[in-house]
């Protein structure tokens, strides 16, 4: 790690380390390429944004009743810096902890662990099973279909998207637009 700024491939690694589910490894990139879409689009440190995507759930296999707690013994024993190990805990706010996402980019976070599982449920249920056909009127017609994905937080994307003072349609298309970059890597182009 340089200057305890740890680089992707760290991360990769450490997830690996933790993470055995494959459907849990495709869901931390799905979150790592949303982070990084959206850093581009707002002008910020992608290689920061993408790295505490892709780790974000790192103590959730091992230690689920512990999600979001647990992750900052791990990443603190590896010297990871504070900022991304609190904006890790601020994705579970209101879900298993109390810390609130603050900057941007927890609240980018926080929104997107949630959409881009339905995003990901919504592909799969398509002919194609592929991204690249993804349309926002698909997710919104599956979003009113409570029992579709149900372990999708609705009411987290939504404050989310309020906290980020985006359009819930706007931040859909650019979820979707962030996972069709990466549908390959998702296991999503079909």
Not at 30 to 57: C, R, S, Y
Not at 93 to 105: Q, S
Not at 163 to 178: H, R, S
Request: glycine letters at 4%; hydrophobic letters at 35%.
């Amino acid at each position: 790690m340089e200057n305890n700024i740890p680089t992707r491939a760290e991360a990769y690694e450490l997830l690996r380390k933790y993470v055995n589910d494959e459907r849990q490894i495709n869901h931390a990139l799905a979150v790592e390429a949303t982070l990084v879409h959206f850093a581009e689009k707002f002008d910020e440190d992608v290689q920061k944004w993408g790295t505490i995507g892709l780790i974000h759930d790192l103590d959730y296999e091992l230690y689920p009743e512990q999600h979001c707690h647990k992750v900052r013994e791990l990443l603190e024993k590896e010297k990871w810096p504070e900022e991304y190990i609190r904006a890790i805990e601020s994705h579970g706010w209101k879900i298993c902890t109390d810390v609130e996402p603050k900057e941007t980019m927890e609240k980018v976070l926080y929104t997107v662990d949630q959409l881009t599982g339905l995003i990901t449920a919504t592909a799969l249920v398509r002919p194609s099973k592929s991204i690249m056909d993804v349309k926002t009127k698909s997710v919104k017609k599956k979003w009113k279909q409570t029992e579709f994905a149900s372990g999708v937080d609705r009411e987290v994307i939504s404050r989310g998207a309020e906290m980020l003072g985006m359009d819930l349609n706007e931040l859909i298309e650019e979820t979707i637009k962030a996972m069709q970059k990466e549908a390959e890597a998702l296991g999503l182009n079909g």
